[in-house]
């Protein structure tokens, strides 16, 4: 018997079949599995290098300070009108007449006594000059009267003259002195309301209205003819609430800002209200000032009035929010998360806004961007630095 041995070439083709088709799928699972294995490291890189970026940005950066506490002056806003301190009303004092001059205008300053107007007086100046012949006229028969006396008394002696003669020219010579004595008063008390027709300053000060011009009819119930300021002293009256009212005492410095200009003024109150108005519940607080052409009373000014200093914390306007609720600030707590907390706001001023209560100025306040914030959200505090 006869054995061959089969050739590889020799091989039937189903075998051949079954190998090729083997080795396709062990090829294409080995791809397969690769092309899974870069695609899941792929994505495991990307997520790493993402996941970082994307934790970071979900903890914003604020600025926060730690306010501490400042000197606060005590200031209370209010409102009211420009007046003379001391205003003098000048009329006629005297029986009047026809305005002959007017000497001053309105914004003239004036000393005590001078003459403001001139009232025609030709009458009073003929009675001046009749009077003031009577008197010479009294005065001659008293004098008569005293010689006629002494050549009496000189011849008593000789036996001439009684007693009695001596007696009646001695009360003629007295009733001559009295009789000079009266037309002297009358002439006095004629020139004194002549005077009276000049229509004279009470005080030095300075004029503030003129009601009078030549050729007017003037009398005693004429009215005022002239107003004035007294040494040209103003004042504010200031209305006050009747709680800041009691804040305040005289002596306390105020600046007052007339309405129409930036100039501004300083004073002190010299007289508080002693009653409260039943109506607005408001009082007055009498500001005096010193005069200024801008101070034009009946004016209306503004004042801020100081009443004392205390200590509190100080903020800018950016760190304090409001709402329905109230007046609030963001501080950020020792775990780095936003706390809200309600404040008393005081006194707003180009330093900041001042907090009466709610924080002691220690705690670390967020200083702006407080409206992108919410309570409980974690933050990365950074200190603001100061220039």
């Known amino acids: ?50 996941a970082r970026p ?39 004092v005297g029986e009047g007449g026809a305005v002959t001059r007017v000497l001053v ?35 001659a028969d008293a004098k008569l009267a005293q010689a006629q006396l002494d050549r009496a008394k000189a011849l008593v002696s000789r036996g001439f003259i009684s007693q009695a003669d001596i007696d009646q020219r001695t009360a003629t010579r007295d009733a001559a002195k009295a009789r000079v004595n009266i037309a002297a008063a009358q ?52 209305q006050v609430s009747e709680g800041d009212l009691a804040a305040l005492s005289t002596g306390n410095s105020a600046t007052v800002t007339p309405v129409g200009g930036k ?16 109506q607005n519940r408001q009082g007055i607080a009498r500001i005096a000032l010193a005069y200024n052409p801008a101070i034009r009373p009946g004016g209306f000014a503004s004042a801020t009035i100081v009443s004392g200093t205390r200590s509190a914390p100080m903020l800018p306007e950016s760190a304090v929010q409001s ?11 020792s775990r780095n998360e936003v706390e809200r907390r309600a404040v008393t706001v005081g006194q707003v001023s180009d330093q900041g806004v001042s907090i009466m209560g709610g924080i002691s100025g ?16 974690k933050v990365k505090p950074v200190a603001r630095t100061t220039s």
Do not use: C
């Open 1 to 50: 018997m006869n054995y061959e041995t089969p050739l590889i070439g020799d091989a039937p083709a189903d075998m051949l079949d079954d190998r090729s088709a083997k080795r396709r799928r062990v090829l294409v699972i080995a791809a397969m599995v690769a092309i899974v294995l870069i695609l899941l490291a792929l994505w495991i890189s990307m997520r790493g290098d993402g």
């Open 362 to 377: 220690i705690e670390r306040i967020v200083a702006s961007a407080g409206a992108f914030l919410t309570p409980g959200e």
């Open 323 to 333: 709402d329905e609720k109230g007046n609030y600030v963001y501080l950020i707590n």
């Open 105 to 139: 205008q309105p914004g003239d300053w004036v000393r005590a006594g001078q003459i403001l107007a001139v009232i025609e007086r030709s009458v009073q100046t003929e009675q001046i000059r009749s009077l003031a012949a009577q008197v010479e006229a009294n005065r």
């Open 263 to 278: 100039a501004q003024f300083t004073g002190r109150i010299w007289q508080l209200s002693p009653v409260i108005d039943a």
């Open 54 to 92: 994307a934790a970071a940005a979900q903890v914003p950066v604020v600025t926060v300070i730690s306010p501490g506490q400042s000197v606060v002056a005590h200031q209370i806003n209010a409102t009211g009108s420009l007046a003379a301190r001391v205003e003098m009303p000048v009329g006629v």
């Open 187 to 238: 002439l006095a008390e004629q020139r004194a309301r002549t005077g009276r027709l000049d229509i004279r300053a009470p005080a030095a000060g300075l004029v503030l209205t003129r009601d009078v011009e030549p050729g007017q009819i003037v009398a005693a119930g004429s009215g005022i003819l002239f107003r004035m300021a007294k040494d040209g002293a103003m004042e504010m009256l200031a």
